[in-house]
């Protein structure tokens, strides 16, 4: 199984990023697809996740600019970024838990907000 993200680069203040990640090879019953962040110097955190038929849930930093988002039958989870501010700067990776529960982490994709 392998996670594939995409979609990270740089951006100014206020502009908008949409981060992408693919799950690929054989996986069944995708349960919860995330998305973590990790800057330099400080730990991964949570910043948004989806669990098949719920509400997504969002840290409180994020609520409002991003957007968590699936497509099970792409096995794609998507993340709209609105709004970037310098501190969302961040190395941003996917993640995806099954129902047995697996847990699968892709390698991330660096995100950094500047002018």
């Known amino acids: 199984v392998q996670l594939q993200a995409s979609g990270g680069g740089l951006v100014q203040p206020g502009g908008s990023l949409r981060l992408s990640c693919v799950v690929s090879?054989?996986?069944?019953?995708?349960?919860?697809m995330g998305w973590h962040r990790q800057a330099p110097g400080k730990q991964r955190e949570l910043v948004a996740s989806?669990?098949?038929?719920?509400?997504?849930n969002y840290a409180d930093s994020v609520k409002g600019r991003f957007t968590i988002s699936r497509d099970n039958a792409k096995k794609t989870t998507y993340l709209q970024m609105n709004s970037l501010k310098p501190e969302d700067t961040a190395v941003y990776y996917c993640?995806?838990?099954?129902?047995?529960?697996?847990?699968?982490w892709g390698r991330g994709t660096q995100v950094t907000v500047s002018s």
């Open positions: 993640n995806v838990v099954t129902y047995r529960p697996d847990d699968y």
């Open positions: 090879g054989s996986i069944s019953g995708i349960y919860i």
């Open positions: 989806i669990r098949s038929g719920e509400s997504p």
